[in-house]
């Protein structure tokens, strides 16, 4: 079974840009979480799509937003772009169900200039 | 205060030693993730718990839920044991997950 997929992986941006994320879930995931991980405050929940409908969100400003399509794919979308917004962006999936574990992928590296 | 704390920070160990890092919480966390992260980034679940005790191999997790306390242990550590290990927590698995600062072992053979 394929695992969760991420792209790109690497990314430059400059200020005041806009960014796409994707990740691909496990086949028969329909949750999609993503994370953002700084080394400065570590590893912070961003948002949590299951079944196209976000189902629970973190304590980040609007300009970050997401979405998941029909076929439990996700983007998640960062807007004006900010020298703090560089990153390791992670994406997991799960069954959402409620005792179901995590699985990642292999992040995507953002960096803005 | 951190919501969800771990100790300790970093830890050193000899291959084929007991290795315990513990992760305690002050919110209502009803499932318990560890997990484990190598050089590069990429994050792989190590448990999810909601209680009592599971085990994979030479790692075992365990869960209080009444002391809000969890702990991972690792027998007979080896230098690919090397990472940063993370205990992450919501009230679901999928729940707004808050996650523990991390505590980096290095595993020396």
């Known amino acids: 079974k394929a695992g969760v997929t991420q792209t790109p992986r690497y990314l430059i941006k400059t200020r005041g840009q806009q960014v796409t994320l994707s990740c691909s879930p496990i086949s028969g995931h329909r949750s999609v979480s993503w994370y953002q991980q700084t080394p400065g405050q570590g590893l912070q929940f961003l948002f949590e799509?299951?079944?196209?409908?976000?189902?629970n969100k973190g304590n980040f400003p609007g300009r970050f937003s997401g979405r998941q399509f029909s076929n439990s794919r996700s983007e998640m979308n960062v807007s004006t772009l900010e020298l703090g917004d560089s990153a390791l962006y992670l994406c997991a999936s799960s069954t959402g169900t409620v005792n179901s574990p995590l699985h990642f992928g292999n992040g995507t590296r953002l960096t803005v200039t | 205060k951190n919501e969800v704390e771990q100790s300790p920070q970093n830890l050193t160990a000899q291959e084929g030693e007991f290795i315990t890092i513990n992760c305690s919480y002050s919110?209502?966390?009803?499932?318990l993730h560890w997990l484990q992260q190598h050089p590069g980034g990429g994050i792989v679940s190590l448990f999810m718990?909601?209680?009592g005790k599971k085990k994979h191999g030479r790692l075992i997790a365990t869960i209080n839920i009444q002391e809000k306390h969890s702990s991972l242990h690792i027998t007979a550590s080896h230098p690919r044991d090397s990472a940063v290990y993370i205990c992450?927590?919501?009230?679901?698995?999928?729940?707004?997950?808050?996650f523990g600062p991390g505590t980096s072992l290095s595993v020396i053979p």
């Open positions: 992450a927590g919501g009230k679901t698995s999928y729940d707004k997950v808050i």
């Open positions: 799509y299951f079944s196209e409908t976000q189902r």
């Open positions: 718990l909601s209680s």
């Open positions: 919110v209502g966390i009803s499932a």
